[in-house]
């Protein structure tokens, strides 16, 4: 390519230098190599791919190929020529024999056409006939599903069938109560059918469902029976086939009935059988022990049984309530509160023995109240778990109860009846007797025991009054026929302590703020005998009671106080000098039953309201004795001391 760069560029050297030349217009040559000047070779594309293919085989560029190029390109057209030929003819043999194909395919598409045609034309009836079957066929098709679709609306399947008429002794599972329901739910659709014009295929199958239905549920209420008739262990575990048993026998309240009475049936047989065990044998392994065990501590022994009759009938409350949790008939609560009393009664004979036996051996008045405060709280605490008082077991302890409190108050009424038929007389310290301490020791006993009671606060603030009454009216009229026989000052100081006492006692306790108001109001009374005996003693023994009375009787038609016996100045003057003795210490004239007292409040009392009486009766006496009208001359020296005086000194 080299070689032909440089002899182009040599040829075109030699080309313009000749242009240079003057040119001939005529000259053949000088036109070709002007038009060859001319040419732009880069908008000639023809010439290009001339070129380009002419650079594949003219490769030496030499003068003797130049000569021969002519040929060269002559001969390579000529091999290409034939070449294509020689392809061609292979291309013209293919298509000929496509051609040959498509003529015996066209040849045969021809035939088979007429053949079509003959074929239509024979088998015309025949399509028409078989469109006709076609649209019939259709027509069953959609009468087929209207069929299909009644049938399972209103029939049951195989399977169904089979599970509802399963053999006797078959358990009951999930797929029955399905197919109850199925059966149910058919049963109301196909009242649907009464109100149109398939009234006869309705009521057929209503009566078939009705008569499948009651033979599911007289199975299903053998099936049921049958289980709760197994439910007789202490531990029952009741199955959610069960409930759902009852729950698809609400629908016949006979048979619902009839299967709750074998439940509570079974139950109370393990119910009463449990308690027997508690009784005698105890729990597992002897732990805990046999309740008859205890029978010589009565409150621990009818504690025991009452508490495990209470585990007992809220255990057998949540049985059933386990069996009915899906029940949802009204009155379902009422039927629970029937079958857990039902369920209970079996216990009531033996428990009502024992604990008649525990009430008549008389333990004691405290006993007796314990366990009547005892058997009132498991009544009100098993009430709430079976809802009605109407129960055989409520009845029982209800009867236990007012049995233990019957007793109860007979023995504080024999307690009392005692004590009546035998008075102690009041010792010689003016104190509460035995008999008194040992009643009021038994009364705060009861009452303590009142106290620690669960029993709910109105029947505690009932029994409270009663108890009081049945204890306390007794002691004080046995108080009463005690000071009888004693005098003025001996009965007030004696009746003070003992009613002292007896507030002391009831002052610890709730509910008897009566009581000590009415206690209250008798110390009063004795005491304002004792704080006038203590005035009257003082007075006595200062020399001033035979002059105080004689100026609380006097009157001014008698005439002078001083004419009076006993009345004169040195009598009065006498009685003064003893009066200032006593003002210089008045604690030495005390009468020797308030040493008794037992209450330093009651005994103080006393005295700062004796020392205000004789205060009011020195008054009375300076008063007489300064009126002019009395004739006392000289009255300072007489009573030299006022009443403000007085009063101030013994304050």
């Known amino acids: 390519m080299a070689d032909n760069k440089v002899e182009t560029s040599t040829d075109s050297a030699t080309v313009i230098q000749n242009a240079n030349v003057p040119s001939q217009p005529n000259n053949p040559l000088s036109r070709k190599l002007n038009k060859i000047l001319e040419t732009r070779l880069d908008n000639d594309k023809e010439m290009l791919e001339a070129l380009k293919a002419l650079s594949v085989f003219f490769t030496e560029n030499s003068l003797r190929t130049r000569r021969n190029l002519r040929g060269d390109i002559e001969r390579r057209s000529l091999t290409i020529n034939e070449e294509f030929a020689r392809i061609f003819k292979d291309v013209k043999e293919e298509l000929e024999s496509v051609h040959e194909d498509v003529q015996a395919m066209s040849t045969c598409c021809e035939e088979m056409t007429n053949r079509l045609k003959a074929a239509k034309e024979q088998t ?150 449990g308690f027997i065990d508690a009784l005698t044998r105890g729990g597992p392994g002897g732990t805990p022990r046999p309740i008859e065990m205890h029978s010589h501590d009565p409150m621990r022994y009818v ?97 236990m109860h007012v049995l233990s409190k019957k007793m109860f108050f007979n023995s504080l009424s024999l307690h009392a009846s005692r004590l009546m038929d035998k008075v102690e007389l009041p010792p010689p310290d003016l104190g509460p007797t035995a008999s008194l301490t040992q009643t009021l020791s038994l009364l ?14 109105d029947a505690r603030q009932a029994d409270f009054a009663q108890v009081l009454s049945c204890i306390l009216d007794p002691l004080l009229q046995l108080c009463t026929v005690s000071a009888s026989n004693l005098g003025t000052a001996d009965m007030a100081t004696y009746m003070v302590n003992s009613l002292y006492v007896m507030k002391t006692t009831l002052a610890l306790f709730e509910f008897t703020d009566k009581r000590l108001e009415m206690l209250e109001f008798q110390i009063e009374a004795h005491l304002d005998t004792l704080i006038n005996e203590q005035a009257s003693y003082v007075l006595t023994r200062v020399g001033l009671s035979y002059i105080y009375n004689c100026v609380q009787q006097h009157g001014p038609e008698q005439g002078p106080l001083s004419n009076l016996p006993s009345m004169d100045s040195s009598s009065l003057k006498a009685a003064m000098v003893q009066f200032d003795r006593y003002l210089s210490s008045p604690d030495t004239l005390v009468m020797p039953q308030l040493n008794f007292l037992l209450s330093a409040a009651v005994k103080e009392q006393i005295f700062r309201q004796s020392t205000e009486l004789v205060c009011r009766a020195y008054g009375e006496v300076y008063t007489a004795v300064t009126v002019p009208s009395n004739g006392y001359k000289d009255t300072e020296n007489l009573v030299p001391r006022s009443p403000q005086q007085v009063q101030t000194l013994l304050s």
């Not at 066929?137 to 069929?147: C, G, K, M």
């Not at 029952?236 to 048979?255: F, G, I, K, T």
């Not at 705060?444 to 606060?457: I, M, Q, T």
């Open 124 to 273: 015309q009836d025949l399509i028409v006939k078989t469109n006709k079957l076609q649209g019939e066929n259709h027509r069953l098709e959609v009468r087929a599903q209207v069929a299909q679709a009644f049938l399972c609306k209103f029939q049951l399947s195989g399977e169904e069938m089979a599970t509802l008429r399963r053999a006797r002794d078959a358990p009951v599972t999930e797929e029955f109560f399905k197919a109850l329901s199925r059966v149910k739910h058919i049963h109301e659709d196909v009242k649907i059918l009464l109100r149109t014009n398939q009234q006869t295929a309705g009521l057929e199958i209503m009566e078939q469902m009705a008569v499948l239905q009651e033979t599911s549920y007289e199975q299903l209420y053998r099936w049921a029976q049958n289980e709760c008739r197994g439910l007789t262990q202490e531990t029952c575990d009741v199955s959610p086939v069960l409930s759902q048993a009852m729950e698809a026998l609400q629908d016949r309240p006979v048979l619902y009935k009839y299967t709750l009475d074998e439940f509570g049936t079974a139950r109370r047989c393990a119910v009463v059988r």
């Open 303 to 399: 504690g025991d049984m009452l508490a495990w009759l209470h585990q007992a009938t809220a255990s057998e409350k949540e049985h059933l309530e386990a069996l009915l949790k899906q029940v949802t008939l009204q009155g379902v609560e009422d039927n629970m509160q029937e079958v857990v009393g039902h369920i209970t009664e079996g216990v009531c004979r033996p428990l009502k023995v024992r604990i008649e036996q525990v009430i008549v051996a008389e333990p004691g008045a405290v006993l007796l109240y314990k366990l009547s405060n005892l058997l009132k709280f498991y009544h009100h605490t098993i009430s709430s778990i079976i809802g009605t008082s109407v129960a055989s077991l409520l009845i029982n302890i209800d009867e």
């Open 444 to 457: 705060r006993e009861v009452l303590a025991s009142h106290d620690s009671s669960v029993v709910p606060l």
